[in-house]
């Protein structure tokens, strides 16, 4: 073998060099993309999200958003932590934390100090929505309907049956729903007291329990349709829906800001009618002090990675970029929405 001089060495070595340089041109957009995520996080970003219950769908949610941004953008430490919609929105809005899920009603009664809130939150920041198909369901016992004559609120107003409902806990969002809705009709707890009915401060899964048993004969929720445990009711016995007039859904989009909804027929098997109701959503929001570059970032990967969202819960397949960027009655994040506009998702 030849031996190699010096001058001949260095060359080798330069070539050798170059090889990288090289390859890195070759790399096309994936190799630029990943440079920019790190340039935008600089040594990665620490991430939080607060979300619901320990194990309820916004875990799930909120895990799988992780998995998602944690998996796309390097550097990145993320965790979830338990929270609720009420907490979260304040404890997001004061940069506490950097994202966090709450409900579409549950940011308005922030915004406009409503209770549960003691004062006003000035600026809620999203980055996306992450579904807005739970319509406010209001179930009715079909055995108590019959006995009365009751097709509708406003048959609940006029013949003042001893009705017994399940309102969700004290300082629950849903609750308010509840309530208000009953309102529009001219219907208060303390009515329903007078005419010998019952008001109980239960949950979803306690108040369709007690429906079961006979122990309530109405009770409401913003729940995904067909829900899981309206079906099980409905295996036990025979229920309805009943639906919203126009004034109630008015009341309640000023008051909580949930847009109007219906909930197609046969939805459910023995629901031959279309619902009219109004719609609740989770939101994704945003530290508004978070960066630009930063915000604009994890839009584009939840945009990006849509199917990932989607293949997480039958009911987040309806999910489209155009849905994400209505966070009304949050407005978006200036990162989010540099994002969207760029895409052409919007103007």
């Known amino acids: 073998m030849k031996k190699l001089n010096k001058k001949s060495i260095f060359q080798v070595i330069a070539v050798i060099l170059s090889i990288p340089l090289v390859l890195a041109g070759c790399g096309g957009d994936k190799t630029e993309t990943h440079a920019k995520n790190e340039s935008a996080f600089g040594k990665g970003m620490n991430l939080t999200v607060v979300g619901g219950t320990a194990g309820g769908f916004w875990s799930l949610v909120g895990e799988g958003v992780g998995n998602i941004i944690r998996e796309d953008i390097p550097n990145t430490q993320y965790s979830y932590e338990p929270g609720n919609g009420v907490a979260n929105t304040v404890t997001v809005a004061n940069g506490k934390v950097p994202m966090g899920l709450a409900h579409n009603f549950e940011i308005r009664a922030a915004l406009t100090g409503s209770e549960p809130f003691k004062e006003k939150v ?29 097709t509708s609120f406003e048959d609940i107003a006029a013949k003042k049956p001893p009705i017994k409902i399940a309102v ?165 994040h200036p990162g989010a929405e540099k994002y969207y506009k760029e895409k052409g998702i919007i103007k």
């Open 122 to 150: 000035s600026d809620v920041k999203a980055i996306a929505t992450i579904y807005n198909n739970a319509p406010l369901q209001v179930i009715m016992s079909r055995s108590f309907a019959d006995k009365y004559g009751i």
């Open 168 to 332: 969700d806990q004290r300082g629950n969002l849903s609750e308010m729903l509840n309530r208000l809705t009953l309102e529009s009709y001219g219907i208060t707890y303390s009515d329903i007291k007078k005419w010998g009915g019952k008001v109980y401060f239960e949950g979803y899964k306690a108040a369709a329990d007690m429906m079961k048993d006979n122990k309530v004969d109405l009770w409401g929720d913003p729940i995904f349709a067909p829900d899981g445990k309206v079906l099980e009711l409905a295996d036990a016995k025979e229920i309805m829906i009943l639906t919203l007039n126009q004034k109630a859904k008015k009341l309640l989009n000023e008051k909580m800001g949930v847009p109007g909804g219906t909930i197609p027929d046969k939805t459910y098997k023995w629901q031959t009618e279309e619902v009219a109701t109004v719609n609740g959503s989770a939101i994704l929001m945003a530290d508004p002090k978070m960066s630009v570059d930063d915000a604009y970032l994890i839009t584009k990967t939840l945009v990006e990675n849509i199917d990932k969202i989607k293949s997480m819960h039958k009911n987040l397949q309806i999910l489209t970029p155009e849905i994400m960027t209505d966070v009304s009655p949050a407005t978006l």
